[in-house]
């Protein structure tokens, strides 16, 4: 009998594994989809030699994750390459907003009435950011806070709305720069805690960055799984479960899923009939003909570009898709250019770009003319460089990963309450109510992205299980 099972080989799923792995339990992987990956796959969706990131592809989260800084993912084939610039947010006189990796060159972007305010508000956490990053990823279950001061303090700066926070500035462009950071999460910028979603987006680039993964994010699930099966694990692809009973026996079984399909795999029943989903996205992929022409010139060097262009049109989006049941035109963007420091995504002279706006849960229109008509404003000529597109509405998304219900990039909606207790109000978010049944997906804390961390502490409450026992 093994010790634990994992259901879905996604980053926290593969990561859950690794951490019991290293502990000394014997663990193996069930992944329905022919490789692993999850969130975190490359593809050749468009033309042969362009290699796509399907859903993730800048990773703030994942270069600075306290989980994987511990494993030896370097020996097993990551790299992570930094753009000149983590991030730009261009606007129509041709000028940019920056995220920078220096918090003296972002607040400068700003302009000089709000500069000040930016290094006042993110200056005191900077130097501390490992340890409260890690404090903050392991709620709940870090009873005593390496640094409980400073976690407090960033708590009182992120738990208002963001609304709140964008008052503090003067003028426009760090409020959409701001605004736009929230918005990676799909919540209405008058939510809960959405100043902390922002404020842990910008910390990160100025620790270390928002880099892509050399060759795609692939690369950090097929590290993670390299590493999974030379600490003894095994990984299983092309294994659908549709039951329990479809999985070996095992003393745990857990979960990488969304909390509709482990309430029906483990006959949980209604134990989340209240987990709500959100908004989707609508991606495409492209393969371009050369970088993107954009007019702001810090655009052209930055991974990562938000396409407002101000942060009432940012919040007027939000709200269309969470609150409006429809999708916004013009779109709010964001978008991503691995080829401004990886070659190797595209034949040589080529590019690889994705860009996505928000659209509800569920929706069947389509947004690349509303997405494309956005671009054409901030680079014209766009259109004239693309080679082959690749559309992904919310039924295309939830086919690529079950995990993505209506399309929602993020398994659950990340407002009110359920942006910080997730999937439901519990001490012990990862427990379920079969004893031996855990969830670690991004439906638990600390949340989406790709770091691991919700892996890693669903593993901590699977090994004191097991230890107990």
């Given amino acids: 009998m093994l010790d634990a099972v994992v259901v879905g080989a996604g980053p926290n799923g593969l990561t859950a594994a690794v951490e019991l792995a290293r502990r000394g339990f014997s663990v193996a992987v069930f992944e329905a989809k022919g490789t692993v990956g999850g969130g975190a ?5 468009t033309l042969p030699g362009f290699r796509h990131d399907p859903c993730s592809a800048a990773h703030p989260l994942g270069i600075n994750s306290p989980v994987f800084r511990t494993m030896p993912l370097d020996r ?13 947010h261009p606007f129509p006189d041709g000028s940019a907003a920056v995220l920078s ?29 490992d340890t409260v990053l890690r404090d903050f990823m ?32 003067r003028d426009d462009r760090a409020r959409a720069l701001f605004a736009g950071l929230v918005a990676h999460v799909i919540a209405p910028l008058g939510g809960l805690a959405t ?6 987006f910008a910390l990160a680039a100025h620790a270390r960055g928002w880099p892509v993964a050399r060759g795609g994010s692939q690369s950090i699930s097929d590290a993670l799984a390299a590493y999974l099966k030379d600490l003894g694990g095994a990984v299983h692809t092309d294994y659908e479960v ?19 399909a482990l309430a029906r795999i483990a006959g949980l029943g209604r134990s989340y009939g209240n987990y709500r989903y959100g908004a989707s996205a609508f991606k495409i992929d492209y393969a371009l003909d050369g970088p993107v022409p954009w007019t ?8 990562t570009v938000q396409v407002g262009p101000g942060s009432a049109d940012i919040g007027a989006a939000l709200r269309a898709v969470s609150r409006e049941n429809r999708a916004p035109d013009p779109p709010f963007l964001i978008t991503v250019q691995p080829g401004v420091v990886d070659a190797s995504r595209a034949p040589a002279g080529k590019q690889v770009f994705w860009a996505y706006g928000h659209v509800p849960n569920g929706w069947s229109g389509d947004l690349t003319d509303a997405i494309e008509r956005q671009l054409e404003r901030f680079a014209p000529g766009f ?87």
């Avoid at 097993?76 to 730009?88: D, I, K, R, S, T």
């Avoid at 990796?101 to 956490?125: H, I, N």
């Avoid at 709940?140 to 503090?168: E, I, K, N, Q």
């Fill in 242 to 260: 549709k039951r329990l009973d479809d999985l070996p026996p095992a003393r745990a079984y857990v979960f990488d899923t969304s909390p509709t």
């Fill in 76 to 88: 097993y084939g990551l790299e992570w390459l930094q753009p000149e610039l983590p991030m730009a």
């Fill in 41 to 45: 796959r490359t593809e050749e969706l």
């Fill in 383 to 469: 259109r004239d460089r693309v080679l082959a597109r690749a559309t992904a509405g919310p039924a295309e998304l939830a086919a690529r990963n079950a995990n993505y219900v209506g399309g929602d990039i993020a398994c659950g909606a990340a407002s009110g309450l359920q942006l910080l207790l997730r999937p439901k109000l519990s001490l012990f978010p990862y427990n379920t109510a079969h004893p031996a049944v855990f969830i670690c997906s991004s439906a638990t804390p600390p949340g989406p992205g790709v770091h691991g961390m919700s892996g890693h502490n669903a593993a901590k409450a699977v090994w004191r299980r097991l230890r107990s026992a």
């Fill in 138 to 169: 392991s709620l709940p279950t870090t009873a005593l806070p390496r640094d409980p001061v400073t976690l407090a303090r960033l708590g009182l700066v992120g738990l208002p709305p963001a609304t709140w926070l964008m008052r503090r500035f």
């Fill in 101 to 129: 990796r220096s918090v003296a060159e972002t607040a400068a972007s700003f302009g000089p009435r709000d500069a000040g305010t930016y290094r006042r508000l993110v200056e005191p956490f900077v130097s501390k950011w």
């Fill in 195 to 200: 100043s902390g979603v922002g404020m842990v």
């Fill in 296 to 303: 702001a010139k810090e655009a052209r060097t930055a991974g």
